[in-house]
């Protein structure tokens, strides 16, 4: 499955985002979608994750109460809606799809939070 990211920017402090990542096929045919991110020096980590069936979503610490995950079946997309965001959350966002043992990532959208 190929996967588009789009969304990414600079936002101030406080601010809000909301990524979108299209996939290029049915998303029921998937297991789970997730979102991931990776800062300058970081190792990548979880940002949120939704079973695309049954709809379970997690979330990475650092980002619960703050994001939210959600799922657009009839466009085969999946939504990262990011409010109050701090510096911290500066990352290149990923999406990632996963389908049995296959996996596809996206390719990467920058969001930068600075005033």
């Known amino acids: 499955v190929q996967l588009q990211a789009s969304g990414g920017g600079l936002v101030q402090p406080g601010g809000s985002l909301r990524l979108s990542c299209t996939a290029s096929?049915?998303?029921?045919?998937?297991?789970?979608m997730s979102w991931y991110r990776q800062a300058a020096g970081k190792q990548r980590e979880l940002v949120a994750t939704?079973?695309?069936?049954?709809?379970?979503?997690n979330y990475g610490d650092s980002v619960k109460g703050r994001f939210t995950i959600s799922k657009d079946n009839a466009k085969n997309t999946v939504h990262l809606q990011m409010n109050n965001l701090k510096p911290e959350d500066t990352a290149v966002y990923y999406c990632?799809?996963?389908?049995?043992?296959?996996?596809?990532w996206g390719q990467g959208t920058l969001v930068t939070v600075s005033s």
């Open positions: 939704i079973a695309t069936r049954g709809g379970s979503i």
């Open positions: 096929e049915n998303i029921y045919s998937l297991n789970v």
């Open positions: 990632y799809a996963r389908r049995g043992s296959e996996f596809s």
